[in-house]
């Protein structure tokens, strides 16, 4: 499991320095590359998304079965955490004041990419590809983040659940697989 999400982690991370890049060109008002690139960026986030996504569902759940951000990143240090949140609120300041320049965000393949059009979408990106960055590597740093979340068997299994529902075998939880609600 984690020889596949190690992959998918690099890739997020070198999504994350090609994002600020372009970010810091765009903020001077330059573009480094052409629009291929940019089309290249967006389907990227996908492609990080999707490990991202099922890594989240396998770990990111607090004792009563809710999504938990703060479980999802468990295995992240706290200087990481809070980047990523700083991101994404970057990102959305990002994109008010873009729309308050009066930048026309949308372009077509082929168009070659304004350096505000540049400036909104890499906001988005730096939050994508950092976020989905952050997941996969609080699994990666701490693994028995995916360990509590199966059985012995391999069968997944919710935090707060006794025993497993597809082999009814009794789960042994210690005290650091289990946060307190709340
Ligand atoms: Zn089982």
Redesign the pocket.
């Known amino acids: 499991m984690i020889t596949i999400v190690i992959p998918f982690m690099v890739l997020a991370g070198l999504g994350l320095l090609i994002s600020v890049t372009f970010h810091v060109f765009a903020l001077v008002g330059r573009v480094p590359l052409g629009g291929n690139v940019f089309m290249a960026m967006n389907f990227g986030i996908f492609a990080i998304w999707l490990p991202a996504a099922f890594v989240f569902q396998r770990i990111g759940r607090d004792p009563s079965g809710r999504p938990s951000w703060k479980q999802a990143l468990a295995g992240c240090p706290r200087w990481m955490r809070y980047a990523m949140f700083g991101l994404l609120g970057y990102a959305f300041l990002n994109f008010l004041l873009c729309t308050a320049a009066g930048t026309a965000p949308h372009h077509s393949a082929g168009d070659p990419v304004s350096p505000g059009s540049l400036r909104l979408f890499s906001g988005h990106w730096m939050a994508f590809y950092g976020i989905g960055f952050a997941i996969l590597f609080s699994v990666v740093r701490d693994r028995s983040l995916l360990a509590a979340a199966n ?1 012995p ?1 391999g ?1 997944p299994v919710n935090p707060s659940a006794s025993f ?1 529902p ?2 009814g ?1 009794p789960l042994v939880r210690t005290k650091a697989d289990i946060s307190k609600p709340g």
Request: glycine share 0%; net charge neutral; charged share 0%.
């Open positions: 059985c068997s069968h497993c597809a082999c075998v």
